[in-house]
């Protein structure tokens, strides 16, 4: 219960962050989903980038940890700067009531999907256990501080580092970032935080897509 009770304060952390530092930098954009979507973009180019680097060097995941741990610092940072020089507000009730009864159908459809995802996550783990357990074991490796690039996760052996696809594949590295910082389990924070917050970040980002496209 303990691992769940940590992911939520993840998922809190992670979606809150969204908010506060998108109608931050984005505070002239109308659109909500569209705030959100463009700092998360944001965000993610850089936890790539950081991911990449970190990987084609072959260097250890207590330097992605602290860089990225930097970034989130200096995002932060440069958004209160922002917000108490241009007096932006952030928590303002009225608009926040709005975006609720405007986007509340996206919450509840996350926490339907989740639901449904995790009553069935027996069945998920059995048919795929080998793929999801060997990125499972990667970030676990990450946090133990583990060779990942000569020692293969699934088996142990030692293996020759060389570049290939999942040389510019980051997002073990971020999940571990976050299972560090939060000490959950690897395999809940992926499979039930890490899923939730996909389910809203993509529903979003369709939002913003079709207001962009469809004629209001």
């Known amino acids: 219960m303990i691992n769940y009770i ?18 931050i930098l984005f505070s002239k954009v109308k659109s909500f989903p569209l705030r959100i979507t463009y ?3 944001i965000y993610k180019f850089f936890a790539s980038l950081f ?6 060097l072959k260097l250890p995941f207590q330097f992605y940890f602290i860089v990225l741990l930097i ?31 405007k986007y509340w159908f996206v919450l509840v459809i996350a926490i339907i999907l989740i639901f449904f995802s995790m009553i069935n996550i027996e069945y998920h783990w059995f048919g795929n256990h080998l793929d999801d357990g060997l990125y499972v074991n990667i970030v676990s490796d990450y946090v133990k501080g583990i060779d990942t690039f000569h020692i293969h996760s699934a ?10 696809p999942h040389s510019l594949n980051t997002w073990q590295l971020e999940a ?3 299972v560090k910082i939060f000490r959950v389990v690897p395999v809940v924070l992926l499979a039930f935080a890490q899923s939730f917050i996909n389910y809203i970040i993509f529903m979003l980002v369709v939002l913003a897509f079709l207001e962009k496209v469809l004629p209001k």
């Open 71 to 101: 970034f989130w610092i200096a995002l932060y940072g440069y958004a209160l700067y922002k917000k108490k020089k241009e007096n932006i507000v952030v928590f303002d009730k009225r608009r926040n009531k709005e975006i609720f009864k």
């Open 6 to 23: 940590l992911s939520c304060m993840y998922i809190l952390f992670f979606l809150f962050s969204l908010y506060f530092i998108g109608n």
């Open 51 to 56: 991911g990449c680097i970190t990987q084609l």
């Open 155 to 164: 088996n142990g052996l030692n293996q020759i580092a060389k570049f290939g």
């Open 39 to 41: 700092i998360y973009l």
């Open 176 to 178: 571990a970032f976050y």
